[in-house]
């Protein structure tokens, strides 16, 4: 279903190299709000550095693909060191196949990681790419977060005794 995300698990910083080595995965196409940085926070998450780092050290190659503005992804893009793709368009697959261009990798070997199903995960399926599902590090109170993640629900019941945890 092109709303089921492969894996579900926490949030990033669950990815270690047990995981990578599992699913065989040598590129992530990274989501940027809630995913790596609270939406519209110019710092990332306690932990993503080492994060990045570790990724970096098991040879993992990673792109930013957002729908957010240059302005927004670009400076803290650069202090991950990481490339990035703005204006994502996710679900359509156009940032996503950029990304997948720029590690030169083929598709079996690459996952996209998001907190959203209407872009991360339905952008990945639809460009034939697994996908992880990972939970916001911190829960939006505005009302149109509130309203996706309740329609969300109807295309995936996010049952927490099945989240794959470390």
Wanted: net charge positive; aromatic share 10%; charged share 25%.
């Amino acid at each position: 279903m092109l709303f089921r995300p492969h894996i579900w698990i926490k949030n990033v910083l669950a990815i270690d190299r047990a995981f990578v080595e599992k699913y065989g995965f040598k590129g992530f196409i990274l989501d940027l709000d809630n995913t790596l940085s609270m939406h519209g926070n110019p710092a990332a998450e306690n932990g993503i550095f080492e994060w990045l780092d570790s990724m970096r050290e098991l040879g993992v190659k990673m792109v930013i693909v957002s729908n957010n503005t240059k302005k927004r992804v670009a400076p803290l893009a650069a202090k991950l060191g990481l490339p990035f793709f703005s204006f994502g368009c996710k679900p359509l697959p156009l940032g996503i196949n950029k990304a997948k261009k720029l590690m030169g990798l083929p598709r079996k070997e690459i996952a996209v990681i998001g907190d959203q199903i209407f872009t991360d995960v339905l952008g990945g399926n639809v460009s034939g790419i697994r996908t992880v599902l990972v939970e916001p590090f911190h829960l939006e109170d505005k009302l149109g977060f509130r309203f996706k993640r309740k329609l969300e629900s109807i295309f995936f019941k996010r049952d927490y005794s099945k989240l794959e945890r470390k």
